[in-house]
Antibody, heavy 124, light 107 residues
Framework: EVQLVESGGGLVQPGRSLRLSCAAS????????MHWVRQAPGKGLEWVSG????????GYADSVKGRFTISRDNAKNSLYLQMNSLRAEDTALYYC?????????????????WGQGTLVTVSS | EIVMTQSPATLSVSPGERATLSCRAS??????LAWYQQKPGQAPRLLIY???TRATGIPARFSGSGSGTEFTLTISSLQSEDFAVYYC?????????FGQGTKLEIK
């Protein structure tokens, strides 16, 4: 059974940093692309970032480009999101998500499994 | 960035009836479209990918159609567990984008 468990969320002041982690199990982690998708309270879904199986291809939403960094450690079956210069509008539930293919930008960038999310609140 | 527009925002349907949800793309996304279901307090769940292929374990009452810019999700006979919010997502162009969602509620 695929399991994705996020951690690292919390309350943080504007301008500060936070690092999210996602522990994956139940599948061969280094065979698949991974993503972060967020959902502001009461709002819809927003794709944040994606990374290919070997970290060779990475993409970001314009809203986070230059502030967020996605990475993965295949030896630890883990996905990360380093979030710097946080803003109030970054407040959201952040989902770790698995893609169906090894790469991104190949026409297979939908999500076949989702974690339960970790809440990030940016407020003074 | 491709804008995905879903309609209606809210759809009221009685159990046992058919529900039809629409999703329109601001430019062609070929058949690179997915549908997700999200219930309160839960993560989204993949229903359809490739515009019309049901994901593993999804009941046959869910069907997707369309290509290019116009897409439809049809639920043939609504069950109580189907009342939720539904999102479409295009993955033809980067960045991938979602629609704003359609809330399917009990009439």
């Amino acid at each position: 059974e695929v399991q994705l468990v996020e951690s690292g969320g919390g309350l943080v002041q504007p301008g500060r940093s936070l690092r999210l982690s996602c522990a994956a199990s139940g599948f061969t982690f280094d065979d698949y692309a991974m993503h972060w998708v967020r959902q502001a309270p009461g709002k819809g879904l927003e794709w944040v970032s994606g990374i290919s199986w070997n970290s060779g291809s990475i993409g970001y939403a314009d809203s986070v480009k230059g502030r967020f960094t996605i990475s993965r450690d295949n030896a630890k079956n883990s996905l990360y999101l380093q979030m710097n210069s946080l803003r109030a509008e970054d407040t959201a539930l952040y989902y770790c998500a698995k893609g169906p293919s090894y790469d991104i930008l190949t026409g297979y960038d939908y999500i076949d499994y989702w974690g339960q999310g970790t809440l990030v609140t940016v407020s003074s | 960035e491709i804008v995905m527009t879903q309609s209606p925002a809210t759809l009221s349907v009685s159990p046992g009836e058919r529900a039809t949800l629409s999703c329109r793309a601001s430019q062609s996304v070929s058949s690179n479209l997915a549908w997700y279901q999200q219930k309160p307090g839960q993560a989204p769940r993949l229903l359809i990918y490739g515009a019309s292929t049901r994901a593993t374990g999804i009941p046959a009452r869910f069907s997707g159609s369309g290509s290019g810019t116009e897409f439809t999700l049809t639920i043939s006979s609504l069950q109580s567990e189907d009342f939720a919010v539904y999102y479409c997502q295009q993955y033809n162009n980067w960045p991938v984008t979602f629609g704003q969602g359609t809330k399917l509620e009990i009439k």
